[in-house]
């Protein structure tokens, strides 16, 4: 049954903050906050240059491993400041549901949220908020420590 609610409760918030996507700051380029050489220096993993989904969405950068056949994926995607306040409020639903969230310590606020193995790091600085995550088979706490290296390089950049 807790399954059950997180998978519904993932939904919810799925659907309710896509839509608030396309408030991000439209003169920000995703790829061009962080390089690929301090993505590969924090990671550990040598990465390709960042590219976006699609050509005409920049809010979004992927930075891909380019050694062995391991999935190895760091994103950031930005988003406003009132994206992150609803993403906060979804992340203590989910919470309630298993997930585990807790403070990380850059920015104006920010916070981890901890799915299983899977972790993403949201941040909040003025108006400008954003989410970056590190899709690899390591332990949470090393994901975590990547995530908020490149934040630190993200926030300054806000």
Do not use: R
């Not at 009132?82 to 104006?108: E, I, L, N, R």
């Amino acid at each position: 049954m807790k399954t059950t609610a997180l998978v519904g409760i993932c939904a919810v918030f799925a659907v309710s903050v896509i839509p608030l996507s396309s408030q991000a700051k439209a003169d920000t380029d995703a790829c061009a906050l962080l390089t690929a050489a301090q993505v590969g220096a924090a990671a550990g993993f040598p990465v390709s240059q960042g590219k976006h989904v699609t050509p005409t969405f920049v809010k979004t950068c992927t930075w891909s491993g380019t050694g062995g056949g391991v999935v190895q994926t760091v994103t950031l995607n930005l988003q406003t400041g009132a994206f992150f306040d609803g993403a906060k409020k979804q992340a203590s639903m989910m919470a309630a549901a298993g997930a585990t969230v807790k403070p990380a310590g850059v920015g104006d606020d920010s916070y981890y949220l901890v799915e299983g193995t899977q972790v993403a790091l949201w941040v909040k600085k003025g108006g400008n908020a954003f989410k970056v995550a590190i899709y690899e088979k390591i332990p949470v706490d090393k994901k975590e420590g990547i995530e908020l290296a490149l934040a630190k390089g993200v926030v300054p950049k806000l």
